[in-house]
């Protein structure tokens, strides 16, 4: 496969079954340094498993994966360039907020820990950095899965369904956070969602999975232009590539 220079990582004709069952096909996409790439689907579309296959958490059957120019898996340097919220963050809830980032500090790179006061503040937790995880909110708990994330500077950020279960507010927070760490830092953005708003708001491409196929990569400027109800446009094209 030729790998472009510009692109931060590169998917090609992806494939995985899980007995009989197809759940990705062929799957070819593309992120270039510094976009927001939305995949928009539907639960169980395929979204997840793609994710997955990124991480060398699920091995495809067929097809190459491409991270900043390396075929995946290569060496763990590669996955020290990213930051990732899978679904909803983890945390010990036994310590407090400091203490969870200090322990992901000592598997990343102890030169990190520098970072901890930078990244609460830039998700605005700097304030309850001394509190138990228990003591959180859902919502603090997804910005500081997204500190977390952030710690090592990576170059790019995966996000699996990051605003599942967040309140109205918190979905509006987060969001303006990733457009901030995107335009303030160049951060490239994988973020996937079944929640069809929220990826048309924040991404500036948008590929959308149904059935395991990715059938349609679309930009947000030809969306803006062809000034079609978001909806029924995204339903519409559901609807065509369940008959392919």
């Known amino acids: ?52 296959s990124i991480f060398n958490l699920i091995t495809p059957d067929e097809g ?22 899978i679904e909803t963050p983890v945390f010990y809830e036994n310590m407090t907020v400091e203490e969870n980032l200090l322990l992901h500090c000592d ?7 520098n970072n901890i006061d930078k990244v609460l503040t830039e998700v605005g937790l700097f304030d309850v950095k001394k509190k138990m995880i228990d003591q959180l909110s859902l919502g603090m708990k997804q910005r500081l899965g997204l500190g977390r994330a952030l710690l090592n500077e990576p170059e ?14 918190g979905i509006i927070d987060f969001r303006n956070l990733i457009l901030k760490i995107n335009q303030t830092y160049g951060t490239t953005v ?35 232009e062809m000034e079609l109800d978001i909806e029924e446009y995204y339903l519409s094209l559901v609807k065509a590539g369940e008959h392919v």
Do not use: R
């Open 1 to 52: 496969m030729n790998v472009e220079l510009d692109n931060v990582m590169e998917i090609k004709k992806l494939k995985k079954s899980f007995d009989s069952q197809i759940v990705l096909e062929s799957i070819t996409f593309s992120l270039q340094k510094g976009m927001i790439y939305g995949l928009l689907g539907a639960n169980g579309a395929g979204k997840t498993t793609i994710i997955k």
């Open 64 to 85: 190459e994966i491409y991270l900043f120019n390396e075929a995946v898996p290569q060496s763990v340097d590669q996955y020290k360039k990213i930051g990732s919220i």
């Open 190 to 224: 994988l973020i996937s969602s079944h929640i069809l708003a929220e990826v048309f708001k924040i991404a500036d491409t948008i590929g959308i999975v149904s059935q395991g196929k990715l059938i349609k990569e679309v930009s947000k400027k030809a969306l803006e």
């Open 107 to 113: 598997y990343m790179g102890e030169q990190f820990k």
């Open 156 to 169: 790019l950020l995966i996000l699996d369904e990051p605003i599942n279960g967040l309140d109205p507010e």
